[in-house]
DNA sequence: ATTGAGTCCTGAAGGC
DNA sequence: TGCCTTCAGGACTCAA
């Protein structure tokens, strides 16, 4: 599923297709994403240029030339593709898989298309002014980028403090740090060796900042492995069909029930448990 | 205030 | 073969 590092993936595709590049026009075949898209997007969107794409959390954001900004979410299922060009130097745009699912279109000003697919439609899109950004419904709540100096073992205390809540649901809150998803919260645990159901408040001091230091990194180090793995991946990230979905990694823990932990000396089995709804994968012995 | 449950959506996978 | 159920989960709303 796109959690941070596949949208940070994604935004580094897209990036050379978008930026300096007019969107000439706008076609939108359903705007009923999880939420109804703004009304007057594509003519609103139509005729300008993408000064800049940047991502905030699992959030896509473009600077456009008129001061606004387009976001986009991919939700579960959403993916964007754009035109290849063939031998000739013509561009064409990959047959996607689902066309039906095909919702908005851009044609950019150099004669490439870009599409975003989305057959369940949990992503979402939104037009507003680049200077409302912060205070933005879908952005003004998020908690620190887990790859930024903001994200550290003391801002982890102060939002655990006192919370009874379980440790991965408090890592779940985009609120608490902002980017992770179901994946790559069971992964960072695995990693710090810790429970996904400890109450998030034990892990505050007098005794916990060593642990919470622990957790910081192993968050830090998952994501950057995953941003890597993909970026250096990122022309097969670029599928046959031209999208740029999610890619494939490699998971301690995630998706591997009943198989062994990967910990050396551990010896343990990965475990699945159903934790508010949700998968969680750990490894009994070497989480605690 | 905090926290858990329910909701949306479609496709894949598994059971019979 | 085909129908049915279950599951996947990001981020919201609602209720306890």
Not at 167 to 173: C, T
Not at 215 to 222: C, G
Not at 240 to 260: I, K, M
Request: aromatic fraction near 8%.
């Amino acid at each position: 599923m796109p959690e941070l590092p596949e949208v940070e993936t994604v935004r580094r595709g897209l990036a050379p297709v978008l930026e300096g590049n007019r969107i000439d026009e706008v076609e939108v075949s359903n705007g009923q994403l999880r939420y109804p898209l703004p009304e007057d997007f594509a003519r609103r969107l139509a005729g300008r240029t993408v000064v800049h794409l940047g991502r905030r959390s699992k959030y896509l954001l473009a600077e456009l030339d008129d001061g606004n900004c387009w976001l986009s979410h991919l939700g579960m299922t959403g993916s964007f593709r754009f035109s290849g060009e063939d031998a000739s130097g013509t561009f064409y745009l990959p047959r996607g898989k689902n066309a039906a699912h095909d919702h908005v279109r851009l044609r950019m000003g150099d004669g490439r298309d870009v599409v975003y697919n989305d057959p369940r439609r949990f992503g979402f899109m939104d037009l507003f002014a680049m200077s409302d950004a912060p205070t933005h419904p879908r952005l003004a709540g998020l908690g620190p980028e887990p790859l930024s100096n903001d994200f550290s073992a003391a801002a982890l205390a102060s939002a655990f403090a006192g919370r009874t809540t379980p440790l991965k649901a408090a890592l779940l809150d985009q609120a608490t740090v902002a980017g992770l998803g179901n994946i790559y919260v069971c992964e960072a645990l695995w990693r710090a060796g810790l429970s996904p159901f400890m109450a998030a408040g034990d892990l505050v001091a007098p005794d916990g900042t060593h642990r919470l230091e622990r957790l910081v990194t192993a968050v830090r180090d998952v994501l950057g492995e995953a941003i890597a793995a993909g970026g250096s991946s990122l022309r097969d990230y670029v599928h046959a069909d031209g999208s740029l979905g999610y890619f494939q990694h490699a998971f301690s823990v995630y998706d591997r029930e009943g198989e062994p932990c990967r910990r050396p000396g551990c010896g343990g089995t990965v475990v699945r448990r159903r934790q508010s709804g949700r998968s969680t994968f750990f490894c009994e012995i070497c989480q605690r």
